[in-house]
Nanobody, 125 residues
């Protein structure tokens, strides 16, 4: 019923930028938190960024602050992740997630009910 589809990943040089998109269908998430998580090769999935239902509140992992910007367009039921100053350690599969219950942009995976399939971001040095 509910689908989240990520796009925008790819291979980029260190220092470059990408904008990831996540389009939701099946229900409206205008009142719900949405987030981005990432999983590097051989590592656990970790929190990157989240945004509240209103779009006015955001939450970022310490290692992405100042480089990543999360935003949303509720009219399009879409969330974005702008990534600047990419580093090789940003290489990961990036997953979009949506909460079915919460409006606060939490960093815990268990607050998010719906998940996309992920989009690969690879940063070369």
């Amino acid at each position: 019923q509910v689908q989240l589809v990520e796009s925008g990943g790819g291979l980029v040089q260190a220092g470059g930028s990408l904008r990831l998109s996540c389009a939701a269908s099946g229900r409206t998430f205008s009142s719900n938190a949405m987030g981005w998580f990432r999983q590097a090769p051989g590592k656990d999935r970790e929190f990157a960024a989240a945004i509240g239902g209103s779009g006015r509140t955001t939450n970022y992992a310490d290692d992405v602050k100042g480089r990543f910007t999360i935003s949303r367009d509720n009219a399009k039921n879409t969330v974005y992740l702008q990534i600047n100053s990419l580093k090789p350690e940003d290489t990961a599969v990036y997953y979009c997630a949506a909460s079915g219950l919460f409006s606060v942009p939490g960093d815990a995976e268990n607050k998010y009910e719906y998940w996309g399939q992920g989009t690969q971001v690879t940063v070369s040095s």
